[in-house]
């Protein structure tokens, strides 16, 4: 069974980057039915999608975020990674990592999700 | 952006009631190509992840009881829980996936009344 597995500091401060890595178990991220993407959640409040990349490195980004943001992809490790640079408070939120299922080679929905890592921007 | 906007924000249902929950889009999410609902509903229990439950707004993901159903089309959809159980307690979203930026509601909490 697919399992993904997020991982990084908990604790950043203001102004530095934001670098998780999620691990990829039980299946290969070479696969070409899949994307594989970043959702995050500030406490208690909705979910919102910051990117998705494909195993060669065709990467989608929300606007919002893409001047800050970079999503990488380590096929030798089956991790893909996640760089949010110059972050401030409004960071603050739980990061999960998606499988991001195809259709006609579009990414459309998220079938399996990571437990997610909390991620606190504070000095 | 495509905005989803889901009512209510919250409700209180009696174990074995119907339990509704709507989503909006600020667009029409109908491909007309294919004529497909690019739109997804997710269950999230407390302190857990999202678990896919629909998508094309009305086909089950494989697993998911019978109870749950959605319709709806263009730019209204609707998630209804037949019979509501203890173990559906959950935050409900939906997610359209028809363009980027792909966008989720802001949620809904189904509890037990």
């Known amino acids: 069974q697919l399992q993904l597995h997020e991982s990084g500091p908990g604790l950043v401060k203001p102004s530095e980057t934001l670098s998780l890595t999620c691990t990829v178990s039980n299946a290969s991220i070479s696969s070409t039915s899949y994307y594989w993407g970043w959702v995050r959640q500030p406490p208690g409040k909705g979910l919102e999608w910051i990117g998705s990349?494909?195993?060669?490195?065709?990467?989608y980004y929300t606007p919002s975020l893409k001047s800050r943001l970079t999503i990488s992809v380590d096929t030798s490790k089956n991790q893909f990674s996640l760089n949010l640079r110059s972050v401030t408070a409004a960071d603050t939120a739980v990061y999960y990592c998606?499988?991001?299922?195809?259709?006609?080679?579009?990414?459309?929905?998220?079938?399996?999700w990571g437990q997610g890592a909390l991620v606190t921007v504070s000095s | 952006d495509f905005v989803l906007t889901q009512s209510p924000d919250s409700l209180a249902v009696s174990l074995g009631e119907r339990a509704s929950i709507n989503c909006k889009s600020s667009?029409?999410?109908?491909?007309?190509?294919?004529?497909?609902?690019?739109l997804a509903w997710y269950q999230q229990k407390p302190g857990q992840p999202p678990k896919l439950l629909i998508y094309w707004a009305s086909a089950r993901e494989s697993g998911v009881p019978d109870r749950f159903s959605g319709s709806g089309s263009g730019t209204d959809f609707t998630l209804t829980i037949s019979s509501l159980q203890a173990e559906d307690v959950a935050v409900y979203h939906c997610?359209?996936?028809?363009?980027?930026?792909?966008?989720f509601g802001q949620g809904t909490k189904v509890e037990i009344k």
């Open positions: 997610q359209q996936y028809y363009t980027t930026p792909w966008t």
């Open positions: 990349v494909s195993y060669r490195g065709d990467s």
């Open positions: 998606a499988r991001h299922d195809l259709s006609n080679y579009i990414p459309t929905v998220f079938d399996s």
């Open positions: 667009q029409s999410i109908l491909y007309s190509s294919d004529n497909k609902n690019y």
